[in-house]
């Protein structure tokens, strides 16, 4: 017998998805880092079929536009009119060149949670059995909506699927369903696509009706039932939507968790697919990972952080943050209360404290921006100290500059860094200054107007004030007394 790998997967993504009110395509709606189809492409993908090809119809132009991005080796069909899963079919049969000799997959676009491990179950059952067709069959505990599974008798061969508006009263009783997926032989597939009629309640061509065709021509039909029903569930609202997100998320932090990450509070954690974790990862309740955002071994993310895209190092601590394409370096320390952007990179041991904003800045070993301050285009060097509430004004209305600041360095508290500037290695500078020249190694600049105190003001100005009788109180008073 030859491999099972197929000739073709074949993805329907035509249907309009109606139910999810929305002017997205059903099959672009996302969940856990990934649109619906994204999903499906993924576990196709598994079975490393000769061609992946996706039949689309209902905003067809988006829907290729992300299928582009997502998988430029992906072929697109076109059915132009909805007339039915068989029709849909027909066309990608069409689009690859009529006659496919080998085994064809069909799946749906919209049932995300379906594993490329179930889609290897059935296409080697197919192969092993040689059926001419095989469908993936689920007992479900609610079958209202789906085609049923007719059989030959308890537990006998399957005889027909018959859809839910077709069915009779007893065949309505079943609760084993057809969950939308085939292996087929392509030859017979095609061949049976054109006996199929449009005689049925719904006045479409029924992908369905090729397994009583193929059944009564002397063929063989096969099923195999899913072992979790929950993986072949389709989704058509948004409250599916939602339950579909719930299980793949759990699914994720389940094998995170089973591999070593600590995840505190499960119900309020949320996980893209594309999110990874090393041992002993620690993740505080109302979390978001995004993206490509990778936790190192003992990195400890929450509560309320939304990372996304980000890269957080060994033994790095970050609390209350929200992080965007940022490299946070080990054992660094961010927020409460940061907001990384693009471009910034947090080197071993720094801090970015509490309301702290970063933007493509590099932030040199053992820095420190503890308090309140905009650190936008600049580099930083090693250990040194950003006083409080600094500004790196960066932005002259119309172009970006960028500011460096050595190594050692101790800046003021409420300092404006005005770029382009360099402040060199070891230089201080004075508290309220606003730097628009360089500052040269070892030096202290100070940048800010002289103090000049007018001395009983006060008594002059605003007699009888609360103010004037607390400096007069003051003024009885011994020195040194407080
Ligand atoms: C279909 C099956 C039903 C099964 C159920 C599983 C048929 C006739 N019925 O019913 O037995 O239990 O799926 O969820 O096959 N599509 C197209 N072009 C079309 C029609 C549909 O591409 O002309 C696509 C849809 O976008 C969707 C998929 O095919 O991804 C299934 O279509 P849908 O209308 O949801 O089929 P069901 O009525 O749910
Ligand atoms: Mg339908």
């Known amino acids: 017998m030859s491999s099972s790998r197929p000739a073709a997967v074949v993805v329907l993504a035509a249907g309009e998805g109606t139910r999810m009110k929305s002017a997205t395509p059903k099959v672009l709606h996302d969940i856990c880092g990934r649109s619906l189809v994204g999903h499906v492409l993924a576990a196709a993908s598994e079975l490393n079929p000769e061609n992946l090809i996706v039949v689309v119809g209902h905003a067809r132009e988006k829907v290729v536009g992300h299928l582009a991005e997502i998988d430029p080796d992906v072929r697109t069909a076109v059915q132009a009119e909805q007339n039915g899963t068989g029709h849909a079919v027909r066309m990608a049969l069409e689009e690859l060149g009529g006659d496919v000799d080998g085994t064809v997959v069909v799946v749906c676009g919209d049932t995300p949670l379906l594993s490329g491990e179930t889609l290897l179950t059935l296409a080697s059952a197919h ?96 099923a195999a039932v899913a072992a979790d029903h929950r993986e072949i569930a389709g989704i058509n609202n948004r409250v599916q939507l939602a339950e579909a997100r719930r299980i793949l998320n759990d699914r994720l932090l389940t094998r995170a968790m089973l591999a070593g990450v600590s995840v505190l509070d499960p119900a309020t954690t949320w996980v893209d697919v594309t999110v990874t974790f090393e041992q002993d990862a620690i993740v505080h309740p109302g979390t978001q990972l995004q993206g490509a955002t990778h936790l190192a071994e003992g990195a400890e993310v929450g509560p309320n952080c939304r990372l996304k895209d980000t890269r957080v190092g060994a033994g790095a601590r970050v609390d209350n943050t929200v992080a965007d394409t940022a490299e946070v370096g080990p054992q660094a320390k961010v927020g409460p209360f940061a907001y990384l952007r693009p471009g910034t990179r947090i080197g071993l041991k720094a801090k970015v404290g509490t309301y702290v904003e970063t933007k493509n800045a590099t932030i040199g070993e053992g820095t420190k921006i503890p308090h309140l301050s905009y650190v936008g285009d600049a580099t930083i060097g090693e250990y040194s100290n950003i006083g409080a509430a600094s500004v790196f004004v960066n932005y002259d209305g119309q172009d970006k500059h960028h500011t460096t600041i050595g190594s050692h360095c101790r800046t003021g508290s409420d300092n404006m860094f005005v770029a382009p500037v360099t402040i060199g290695d070891g230089a201080y500078t004075a508290a309220g200054s606003v730097i628009t020249k360089d500052v040269p190694p070892g030096s202290l600049a100070v940048a800010r107007g002289q103090q000049r105190n007018i001395e009983g003001w006060v008594a002059r100005k605003r007699p009888g004030s609360a103010a004037a009788k607390a400096a007069e109180t003051a003024s009885r008073e011994p020195e040194g007394e407080g």
């Not at 007893?170 to 087929?184: H, P």
């Open 127 to 222: 192969s092993a059995d040689g059926n001419a067709v095989t469908v993936l069959t689920a007992e479900v505990p609610d079958a209202t909506g789906y085609g049923r599974i007719v059989r030959d008798g308890a537990g006998g061969a399957v005889t027909a699927i018959v859809e839910h508006k077709d069915a009779s009263d007893s065949q309505r009783a079943i609760r084993e369903i057809n969950s939308g997926v085939f292996a087929f032989d392509g030859r017979l597939l095609a061949d049976a696509l054109g006996k199929v009629r449009t005689d049925n309640s719904q006045g479409e061509e029924y992908l369905t009706d090729v397994l009583g065709i193929l059944r009564e021509a002397g063929h063989r039909v096969g």
